[in-house]
């Protein structure tokens, strides 16, 4: 079965950085996009970054200069570096990819990851 296993969450001080990862696994026929949501207390879910398969990326305003997406497709893996956090970047970050296998087209979330910024 298809799986998405994100890594690289933890604990850092304002201004430092992080670096977050998230792998695909099983039997995967093409991505159609990875990107990167998160979640913070009393707020609504949103997306940070996406990447396509022809490779072009969007950020969210609030990460925009700040946050890096990249992918690497034949390792079915999807990376977040971030730089210069905030406070405010504290969130459970998830990773997402819709992906087509054996069974047709799906949406698939990883289980999150915990991001705090210490100010």
């Known amino acids: 079965q298809v799986q998405l296993v994100e890594s690289g969450g933890g604990l850092v001080q304002a201004g430092g950085s992080l670096r977050l990862s998230c792998a695909a696994s099983?039997?995967?026929?093409?991505?159609?996009?990875m990107g990167w949501y998160r979640q913070a207390p009393g707020k609504q879910r949103e997306l940070v970054a996406v990447v396509t398969l022809r490779g072009t990326t969007s950020y969210a305003d609030s990460v925009k200069g700040r946050f890096t997406i990249s992918r690497d497709n034949a390792k079915n893996t999807v990376s977040l570096q971030m730089n210069s956090l905030k406070p405010e970047d504290t969130a459970v970050y998830y990773c997402?990819?819709?992906?087509?296998?054996?069974?047709?087209?799906?949406?698939?979330w990883g289980q999150g990851t915990q991001v705090t910024v210490s100010s």
């Open positions: 997402n990819a819709f992906l087509s296998g054996p069974q047709g087209g799906n949406n698939y």
């Open positions: 099983g039997n995967i026929f093409s991505i159609n996009y």
